[in-house]
């Protein structure tokens, strides 16, 4: 069993997380805690947390710390209020328990190379919400009101983060994954939340190097002046949580593991 060097990126103290292995990262505007890995500095992207959310630090550790991981070890990223947890586990998970729970080791099995988390469903939208929030995608699909395989990712993605926006970002992807990703978000009805994953330094190296190039892109077309309120603030976080699903399931021998919200 190898032991799993985990991330947790957070804009408020956890006191609750007692591990030694769980190093946590501040995208905070206030004071930073004690023994917090700060990213805004060195080489960073601080000035876009507002829109970019945990990817600020994501974006720091990949400039700054990734190079002195050694090639072996097992790197996690998790947020404030979402952790992994050991799989099996029956009980009530909750901010008293919650470290006889965490998932800390991993087996050295040459047959995964990455973990992310428990899919979310995309499916089973009240209608009154359909028609207030998809209106749109109904018009041109009033299959997707009575048959949940049409409430897709990308409806979801329309129907909470700006009509279109999802495919105008697929759009701007190399030709390798722009078919396969906007046929991913047509076909399936959830997808791996949260931007977490558990993998090691040249796949991470990958993933990093390809979703932040790819975000740049984003940013010519969505800026940042006209994004607001909950829907587009942090439409390049959304995004990428959608890109990080299809990523991981084309280039990685990945395994889903469970994970918990905890509410801080």
């Given at each position: 069993?190898?032991?799993?060097?985990?991330?947790?990126?957070?804009?408020?103290?956890?006191?609750?997380?007692?591990?030694?292995?769980?190093?946590?990262?501040?995208?905070?505007?206030?004071?930073?805690?004690?023994?917090?890995?700060?990213?805004?500095?060195?080489?960073?992207?601080f000035y876009k947390e507002k829109y970019y959310s945990e990817l600020t630090f994501h974006y720091w550790?990949?400039?700054?710390?990734?190079?002195?991981?050694?090639?072996?070890?097992?790197?996690?990223?998790?947020?404030?209020?979402?952790?992994?947890i050991c799989e099996g586990a029956n009980k009530t998970i909750d901010r008293d328990n919650i470290n006889?729970?965490?998932?800390?080791?991993?087996?050295?099995?040459?047959?995964?190379?990455?973990?992310?988390?428990?899919?979310?469903?995309?499916?089973?939208?009240?209608?009154?919400?359909?028609?207030?929030?998809?209106?749109?995608?109904?018009?041109?699909?009033?299959?997707?009101?009575?048959?949940?395989?049409?409430?897709?990712?990308?409806?979801?993605?329309?129907?909470?983060?700006?009509?279109?926006?999802?495919?105008?970002?697929?759009?701007?992807?190399?030709?390798?994954?722009?078919?396969?990703?906007?046929?991913?978000?047509?076909?399936?009805?959830?997808?791996?939340?949260?931007?977490?994953?558990?993998?090691?330094?040249?796949?991470?190296?990958?993933?990093?190097?390809?979703?932040?190039?790819?975000?740049?892109?984003?940013?010519?077309?969505?800026?940042?002046?006209?994004?607001?309120?909950?829907?587009?603030?942090?439409?390049?976080?959304?995004?990428?949580?959608?890109?990080?699903?299809?990523?991981?399931?084309?280039?990685?021998?990945?395994?889903?593991?469970?994970?918990?919200?905890?509410?801080?």
């Amino acid at each position: 069993m190898d032991k799993i060097k985990f991330y947790c990126v957070t804009n408020k103290k956890i006191d609750f997380i007692e591990d030694e292995n769980y190093n946590f990262g501040w995208v905070g505007q206030g004071k930073i805690p004690d023994n917090y890995l700060n990213c805004n500095t060195l080489e960073n992207i601080f000035y876009k947390e507002k829109y970019y959310s945990e990817l600020t630090f994501h974006y720091w550790f990949w400039k700054n710390l990734l190079k002195y991981e050694d090639n072996d070890t097992w790197i996690g990223f998790c947020q404030k209020r979402r952790y992994w947890i050991c799989e099996g586990a029956n009980k009530t998970i909750d901010r008293d328990n919650i470290n006889q729970f965490l998932f800390k080791e991993i087996e050295n099995n040459n047959n995964i190379e990455a973990l992310i988390c428990d899919p979310i469903s995309t499916y089973g939208v009240k209608k009154t919400k359909l028609i207030k929030r998809g209106w749109k995608n109904l018009i041109k699909n009033p299959l997707i009101f009575f048959n949940y395989k049409y409430q897709n990712i990308e409806l979801h993605f329309d129907m909470h983060h700006g009509h279109g926006n999802l495919r105008a970002a697929i759009e701007l992807l190399d030709q390798e994954d722009r078919n396969e990703f906007l046929n991913y978000v047509k076909d399936n009805v959830n997808f791996n939340p949260h931007i977490m994953f558990i993998s090691k330094k040249e796949i991470i190296d990958k993933w990093f190097k390809t979703l932040f190039e790819w975000l740049e892109k984003c940013e010519k077309e969505f800026g940042f002046k006209t994004l607001s309120g909950y829907e587009t603030t942090r439409i390049y976080a959304y995004l990428a949580e959608r890109y990080l699903s299809f990523w991981f399931k084309k280039y990685t021998k990945y395994k889903e593991h469970p994970w918990i919200f905890i509410d801080v």
